[in-house]
């Protein structure tokens, strides 16, 4: 409920700034993802995934043309690789993701931006749907380059604030010892933006 | 002119293939397991003397054949039997075997609380067995010490639980069966 009242109050907030200092992208590229954990997965590797989605970039105010509030709304992978006995396992952790940022273009090709994804979980190739939590909260930062122009790039890392893991804790004999919440993901993104609606280069 | 056989054969193994399911969802600790789950799923798993063995449902147009099951007789005694193989290795199958006698209507109501009563092989009316095939007959060895704890849902229609243990043969030889786990439809009678 709480995740649906962020959504609809930035959609509103974003109805509320005229159409003319509005730009739209198509956003694609890839993921380098992995966990951070308190030792019970053992040693992780990495793993590549993509992520796909569109966003609205505004100028709320004027008088600071350079400062932008950005949504991202994402179709994004992340994960982690398990090696055990030499063999790799690989495990996918699919969200579509909310993500509001504050950018600010340091110079006219040049930019940074931090904010705040809200990952609602959709898919895994491991465990069920009730081993992972259906919502996660990550802090990130990034750059982009070349934002005026009609393509940009941009790279961005992710830190899980929330845990995604919601499962058993195991002992190898005496069976289940209570849950555990864990796992905090690690993501690195890179991609291409698409600046499919460009109103705001006109400051 | 007759017409081969042959690709009609071919017609219905790629039908027979295309339904077929494997419906192996690994644990995301331990991806070479089964996820511990209490849904009636009909899986096993565990570790036996460090090699993943495991049951899970492969369903097919034959129906979703089971290697396991869960029977209770009048409600004092249970009787768990799961046929686990190792990946790529379909036809050496192991079993594991448990035994419960002497259950009181308070282990029942027990094992539908939390995550299930526990119960441990030190207990004489407790009992749980490897079993290995061989061409000369089957080796069943008793657990020496170890516990299987067992939830009932019956919700759910459902009996899920995780067990360990050690054992040794006639022979010397010691198996150590880890992070154990099971789900199957179970419906008492």
Not at chain 1, 128 to 157: C, M, Q, V, W
Request: aromatic content about 14%; charged content about 20%.
């Amino acid at each position: 409920m709480r995740y649906k009242f962020i959504v609809v109050t930035f959609f509103v907030f974003f109805m509320q700034i005229p159409e003319g200092f509005a730009q739209v992208g198509m956003m694609v590229g890839t993921n380098y993802s992995n966990v951070r954990h308190d030792g019970i997965l053992g040693k992780t590797q990495g793993q590549i995934g993509l992520h796909l989605g569109i966003n609205v970039e505004v100028v709320p105010l004027k008088n600071i043309p350079n400062l932008s509030l950005k949504t991202d709304l994402l179709l994004t992978q992340k994960g982690y690789t398990l090696r055990i006995d030499g063999a790799r396992y690989r495990a996918n952790i699919e969200y579509g993701s909310f993500a509001p940022m504050l950018k600010y273009a340091i110079m006219e090709d040049f930019s940074i931006h931090s904010g705040l994804e809200f990952n609602r979980f959709t898919e895994s190739n491991v465990g069920e749907d009730i081993t992972f939590r259906k919502n996660e909260k990550a802090f990130f930062f990034g750059l982009g380059l070349f934002n005026s122009k009609i393509i940009s790039f941009y790279t961005r890392a992710s830190f899980g604030l929330t845990p995604v893991l919601d499962y058993y804790d195991i002992d190898p004999i005496e069976g289940i010892q209570g849950r555990i919440s864990d796992l905090y993901t690690t993501t690195i993104m890179l991609g291409i933006q698409f600046n499919i609606h460009h109103e705001k280069i006109r400051f | 002119m007759k017409k081969s056989g042959f690709n009609k054969g071919l017609f219905f193994a790629l039908v027979i293939y295309i339904s077929s399911c494997d419906g192996f969802v690994p644990d995301p600790i331990d991806p070479r397991l089964p996820v511990y789950s209490e849904s009636g799923k009909n899986q096993a798993g565990a570790l036996i003397n460090n090699i993943p063995f495991k049951d899970h449902p492969r369903v097919t147009v034959f129906g979703s054949p089971s290697g396991g099951f869960i029977l209770n007789q009048a409600d004092t005694t249970l009787i768990l039997q799961f046929s686990l193989s190792e990946k790529n290795k379909l036809n050496e199958i192991k079993s594991l075997h448990f035994c419960l006698e002497k259950l009181t209507p308070e282990d029942w109501r027990d094992m539908e609380k939390d995550f299930g009563k526990k119960f441990s092989f030190e207990n004489p009316s407790i009992k749980g067995k490897i079993i290995i095939y061989s061409n000369d007959g089957e080796i069943e060895t008793l657990a020496e010490s170890g516990q299987i704890t067992i939830k009932h849902i019956p919700a759910s229609k459902a009996m899920a639980g995780t067990f360990g243990f050690t054992a040794e043969d006639p022979t010397g030889k010691r198996y150590e069966i880890r992070f154990g786990r099971f789900d199957y439809l179970f419906q008492r009678f």
